[in-house]
Nanobody, 114 residues
């Protein structure tokens, strides 16, 4: 059974930082591209950042220079370091594992107050 468990969300003031973590089980983690997505109320889910099996990264334009994605294959974990947070970053953040199958975590709420 595949499980992706996110943690690290919370309430932070604008300009602050949070670090999200996602621990995966039930998959060979190193073989999966890992990503973070987010969904704000009334909006579609959107890609925030991805990291490939080889360590290449890609970011949404709205978070470039502020967010950093990383992975630790030894710990089956993907991280999202979020700095200089803005109120528009408020959303539920979801972890995603993608290869042949596509798996999602349950999400973690991030709220940025102005």
């Amino acid at each position: 059974q595949v499980q992706l468990v996110e943690s690290g969300g919370g309430l932070v003031q604008a300009g602050g930082s949070l670090r999200l973590s996602c621990v995966a089980s039930g998959i060979i983690f190193s073989r999966y591209a890992m990503g973070w997505y987010r969904q704000a109320p009334g909006k579609q889910r959107e890609l925030v950042a991805i990291v490939t099996t080889g360590g290449s990264t890609n970011y949404a334009d709205s978070v470039k220079g502020r967010f950093t994605i990383g992975r630790d294959n030894a710990k089956n974990t993907v991280y999202l370091q979020m700095n200089s947070l803005k109120p528009e970053d408020t959303a539920v953040y979801y972890c995603n594992a993608n290869r042949v199958g596509n798996y999602w975590g349950q999400g973690t709420q991030v709220t940025v107050s102005s």
